[in-house]
């Protein structure tokens, strides 16, 4: 009987210190990746490792009481994989509705969250710095006309064209503004330099709201579109 209650105290013992080995392995982050700091994060219960609410490169590290620590950006270009739940290439990460890091096409200009993304997000690039926006009023953002739309997203629109010098001198170095010839058009200035954009088409350009809106939205007395200007 003592042979046997020293045996269940042993394995006892082993079981503890194997659950103990297993909380601190979850509860540890890959050295590699990059501490970030406290945070006040409320894990979901039962979880010890939990990605970032909104951005695919970063997640939490618990504390076994469901209050997390500390907030990690995965080493490297790595992503936090929400199957593998830890850091992974990018091209074998699903990041759901997390955002991965964002790198400008070009210096200037307005960028889709992701290709073929129908999303109200959208970026903002300027001198190659992405500053992450959304569309005013439940708008969507139309990649091909680089513009917010009041309806989802338009298949056909007609692309950005750089205007032809003195034809538009821009109210301010950076914004977005109407077209003076067209109630379908406006203008994109970034660093006093306009571009040209075109709203899809049966949509005018709300100033106001900076969207491509329904006609009857919009108080315009301009053509639908422009010839030539």
Same mark, same amino acid.
């Given at each position: 009987?003592?042979?046997? #209650?020293? #045996?269940?105290?042993?394995?006892?013992?082993?079981? !503890?210190?194997?659950?103990?080995?297993?909380?601190?392995?979850?509860?540890?982050?890959?050295?590699?990746?990059?501490?970030?700091?406290?945070?006040?994060?409320?894990?979901?219960?039962?979880?010890?490792?939990? *990605?970032h609410e909104t951005q695919?490169?970063?997640?939490?590290?618990?504390?076994?009481?469901?209050? *997390?620590?500390?907030?990690?950006?995965?080493?490297?270009?790595?992503l936090f994989d929400l199957?593998?739940?830890?850091?992974?290439?990018?091209?074998?990460?699903?990041?759901?509705?997390?955002?991965?890091?964002?790198?400008? *096409?070009? %210096?200037?200009?307005?960028?889709?969250?992701?290709?073929?993304?129908?999303?109200?997000?959208?970026?903002?690039?300027?001198?190659?710095?992405?500053?992450?926006?959304?569309? *005013?009023?439940?708008?969507?953002?139309?990649?091909?006309?680089?513009?917010?739309?009041?309806?989802?997203?338009?298949?056909?629109?007609?692309?950005?064209?750089?205007?032809?010098?003195?034809?538009?001198?821009? %109210?301010?170095?950076?914004?977005?503004?109407?077209?003076?010839?067209?109630?379908?058009?406006?203008?994109?200035?970034?660093?006093?330099? !306009? #571009?040209?954009?075109?709203?899809? !088409?049966?949509?005018?350009?709300? !100033?106001?709201?900076?969207?491509?809106?329904?006609?009857s939205n919009v108080n315009?007395?301009?053509?639908?579109?422009?010839?030539?200007?």
């Amino acid at each position: 009987m003592k042979s046997t #209650l020293v #045996l269940l105290l042993a394995l006892y013992g082993f079981l !503890a210190l194997f659950a103990t080995a297993v909380t601190s392995s979850r509860l540890r982050a890959d050295e590699r990746d990059i501490d970030l700091g406290e945070s006040d994060y409320q894990c979901p219960e039962g979880l010890y490792v939990a *990605p970032h609410e909104t951005q695919c490169e970063l997640y939490y590290i618990c504390a076994s009481g469901g209050t *997390p620590t500390h907030l990690y950006q995965c080493r490297d270009d790595l992503l936090f994989d929400l199957k593998y739940y830890g850091c992974n290439f990018k091209d074998q990460t699903e990041c759901g509705d997390r955002l991965a890091p964002f790198t400008c *096409p070009s %210096p200037s200009g307005q960028f889709p969250i992701r290709e073929g993304t129908c999303d109200s997000r959208y970026y903002v690039c300027t001198n190659d710095v992405a500053k992450l926006q959304v569309c *005013p009023n439940g708008g969507i953002f139309d990649a091909a006309s680089s513009a917010c739309v009041a309806t989802a997203c338009p298949t056909t629109t007609t692309p950005a064209v750089p205007t032809a010098p003195g034809l538009f001198e821009c %109210p301010a170095p950076s914004g977005n503004f109407p077209s003076p010839y067209s109630c379908s058009q406006y203008y994109v200035c970034v660093d006093g330099t !306009a #571009l040209l954009f075109e709203c899809a !088409a049966g949509l005018y350009y709300n !100033a106001p709201l900076d969207i491509c809106d329904w006609p009857s939205n919009v108080n315009c007395n301009l053509p639908t579109s422009s010839v030539n200007i």
